[in-house]
């Protein structure tokens, strides 16, 4: 859900460009984060919690919680809030901790 | 090892400001920030300011930002900007590292301005952790600088400033407001503010808390409840408000891991925001050298950080033999627009807050 008109702000979006999230190919726009992308698409679960398999969605949106941890070209506990999208990126769900290496 | 006269760490407002400062004083600054942009949370700050004109009242937040950021270049000769990259420490022989582009360096300056912000606080009840609640802040990012809307509904949770802002501009941006809750039996943000909502349509309940949030993988409601008078809920008054985004908003606290881990004394000191660093008038800490400025030295306005920005980075400069031409009427005249930002009965508790760290 994009904002279409608004009164005080114009948001001049960066080009267009394709992104993986768990193999779907979704569109983005340059200049804007990961977890803004997956929002904008309507993904709002990134990762499942370490113990119990809980949803998790971003909090701070800032880089300050690591709520937003996901898996970005194979790396893991990536903060997708403040990672920028690019294409051809392949975003996957993080399960649990996620592998280091 | 990098050697430098001032380490800013923080690009927001009062970090902004203290390297502008700790330039003009002629020291060779170097300004560090996670994000891409500079400017920190005032980029998504679409309001209007108060305060007086010396801290750009009735400029809009993200103007502000522009015009730190012009300030700024003017002093680029003694300025040296690290964006993209994240302080990993701060050690007791005043050593930084960083991790920028993926590379671990290490920088050792003569004096350091700690301006690393606040960080959203949480609220404890059932399910509090479904995707769908979100900081306030985190809202107002996602839409007012991506354009992406959070959702359909939202329920605020907390009637101070940021609550009462964000679900305006939630308005702006075309998206529905359920309610606007707060436990308190008082508006905390200005009535202004309250009033310009209330007139929009939204409900503020006050002595109203949220009881648990229902949902399966997001939120899909939220029951909230009343609360007496000595702040317990009250059986039998519980509502199930139909929400997509919930919208935590109960305030923030100092972002002071770095000044522990460099052993900085601090206190509990609720008015500021939790635990928060002891610091004397010139924004010093109890570690020689490390200064504070804006939210991690105490949770204030943005007004407040960029005085407090200008402050510390001009006495941080003065410590290490870079004082200001006009370093006593600068920082008289700091010290009055921080007293007059404080006065009066909104500042109350602010005032009483600072009273608590200041001696060391
Ligand atoms: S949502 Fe907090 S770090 Fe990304």
Redesign the interface.
């Known amino acids: ?9 114009n ?1 001049e ?1 960066g080009e267009e460009i394709k992104f993986y999230f768990d193999g779907k190919q979704i569109s983005a726009f340059k200049g ?2 990961i977890a ?1 992308a997956l ?2 698409a309507g993904v ?3 990762g499942k ?1 370490l113990f119990k398999h ?12 690591s709520a937003c941890s996901m898996v970005v070209n194979g790396e893991a506990n990536v903060r997708t ?2 990672t ?1 999208v690019q294409e051809g990126m392949i975003v996957e769900t993080q399960k649990g901790k996620g592998e280091i290496l | 090892m990098k050697h430098v006269d001032i380490a800013v760490i923080g690009g927001g407002p009062a970090g902004l400001c203290a390297a502008i400062s700790g330039a003009s004083s002629g020291a060779k600054v170097l300004l560090m920030d996670r994000s891409e942009k500079l400017g920190g949370q005032l980029i998504k700050q679409t309001h209007m300011f108060f305060g007086s004109e010396k801290q750009y009242a009735s400029v809009r937040g993200f103007d502000i930002a522009d015009i730190l950021l012009d300030k700024l270049n003017e002093y680029k000769d003694n300025i040296e900007i690290m964006n993209n990259t994240n302080v990993l420490g701060l050690y007791e022989d005043g050593v930084i590292t960083i991790e920028r582009n993926e590379k671990y360096e290490k920088i050792k300056p003569k004096s350091i301005v700690v301006a690393t912000g606040a960080s959203e606080k949480v609220l404890a009840f059932p399910n509090n952790d479904l995707p769908g609640i979100y900081g306030a802040g985190a809202v107002q990012t996602l839409m007012n600088v991506y354009g992406v809307k959070p959702g359909k509904r939202v329920l605020m949770v907390g009637a101070g400033n940021i609550g009462l802002i964000v679900s305006y501009q939630l308005m702006q941006a075309g998206v529905e407001i359920a309610a606007i809750i707060d436990a308190s039996p008082t508006i905390g943000g200005y009535l202004v503010h309250a009033s310009k909502i209330r007139r929009m349509g939204v409900p503020i309940l006050t002595s109203h808390t949220v009881k648990e949030a229902i949902g399966r993988d997001c939120l899909e409601s939220a029951v909230i409840w009343k609360l007496d008078e000595n702040w317990n809920p009250i059986d039998g008054t519980e509502q199930e408000i139909e929400t997509d985004v919930m919208c935590i908003s109960v305030g923030l606290s100092p972002l002071s891991e770095l000044l522990q881990q460099a052993e900085c004394k601090m206190k509990y000191i609720p008015e500021l925001g939790g635990q928060t660093v002891l610091r004397n008038e010139n924004y010093e800490t109890s570690v020689e050298g490390i200064y504070v400025a804006g939210d991690v030295s105490g949770v204030e306005e943005a007004s407040s950080a960029m005085v407090e920005g200008y402050l510390a980075g001009l006495c941080a400069a003065q410590k290490i033999g870079f004082k200001h031409k006009n370093y006593n009427e600068l920082k008289e005249d700091y010290i009055k627009q921080l007293e007059s930002l404080r006065s009066g009965p909104i500042g109350h508790h602010i005032r009483s807050g600072i009273e608590k760290v200041m001696g060391v």
């Not at chain 1, 859900?1 to 702000?9: D, S, V």
């Not at chain 1, 949803?55 to 800032?62: E, L, Q, S, T, V």
Request: glycine share 6%; proline share 6%.
């Open positions: 859900m994009r904002i279409q008109n608004h009164p005080i702000l948001f979006k804007e984060t803004a929002h904008a709002k679960v990134l919690s809980r949803p998790r969605g971003f909090y701070c949106a800032i880089g300050n919680c809030c403040v920028m």
